[in-house]
């Protein structure tokens, strides 16, 4: 069974500049967690989608959105990027999301802003 | 809000050596308890899990173990090899709050041939 992708793996964008991350979970799987992780802070949960709905969220201004679509496919839309934007962004697919199930990460995508 | 501690932060061991890692947590709600191993530009991959229900878990030369009483556990690597060297994170599921996972900070283990 194929793992879980995430689409692009890099990108470097320019503050101010707004961008888009793809993350297609383990098939089947339904939840899909997203996480940013830089040195300093860890990694910091973002929020979590459920049969397209968004089931949680993390403490993250409103430049951080999110959406999921019928297929479990998830994006994440960051704007007006600013430096401190600049992370590893990471999706994790779980099959119910329920707080025991296993979480499945993906290899990331390396957000660098200029 | 909940955390989770990990310490150390970095280990240095010989080849063939033992390596333990060690967290404490917070939440005593907490009954899911994962450890994800991260090599260098890849994502988390977990490597164990245990769960509130046993004390102490194995697999091949990865063990955990599990001390509610106390909120903390920590896992062992026996036999290291190079390719253990990575950065190691534990984690505990959380009742309350919006995420189901919080992670210690990590811990970077160096295996040295």
């Known amino acids: 069974k194929a793992g879980v992708t995430q689409t692009p793996r890099y990108l470097i964008k320019t503050r101010g500049q707004q961008v888009t991350l793809s993350c297609s979970p383990i098939?089947?799987?339904?939840?899909v967690s997203w996480y940013q992780q830089t040195p300093g802070q860890g990694l910091q949960f973002l929020f979590e989608?459920?049969?397209?709905?968004?089931?949680n969220k993390g403490n993250f201004p409103g430049r951080f959105s999110g959406r999921q679509f019928s297929n479990s496919r998830s994006e994440m839309n960051v704007s007006t990027l600013e430096l401190g934007d600049s992370a590893l962004y990471l999706c994790?697919?779980?099959?119910?999301?329920?707080?025991?199930?296993?979480?499945?990460f993906g290899p990331g995508t390396r957000l660098t802003v200029l | 809000g909940e955390n989770v501690e990990q310490h150390p932060s970095t280990l240095s061991v010989q080849e063939g050596d033992s390596a333990v890692i060690k967290c404490t947590y917070s939440?005593?709600?907490?009954?899911?308890f994962p450890w994800y191993k991260q090599e260098l530009g890849k994502g988390p991959q977990l490597i164990i899990d245990?769960?509130?229900?046993?004390g102490e878990k194995k697999d091949q030369r990865i063990a955990v173990t599990l001390n509610k009483t106390a909120k903390h556990f920590s896992l062992h690597i026996t036999e290291t090899q190079p390719e253990d060297s990575a950065v190691y994170f534990c984690?505990?599921?959380?009742?309350?709050?919006?995420?189901?996972?919080?992670f210690g900070k990590g811990m970077k283990l160096t295996v040295n041939p």
């Open positions: 939440d005593s709600a907490s009954n899911y």
């Open positions: 989608y459920f049969s397209e709905t968004q089931r």
């Open positions: 245990i769960r509130s229900n046993v």
């Open positions: 098939s089947g799987h339904r939840s």
């Open positions: 984690a505990a599921s959380i009742q309350g709050g919006s995420e189901k996972l919080v």
């Open positions: 994790a697919s779980s099959f119910s999301g329920q707080r025991t199930d296993t979480q499945y």
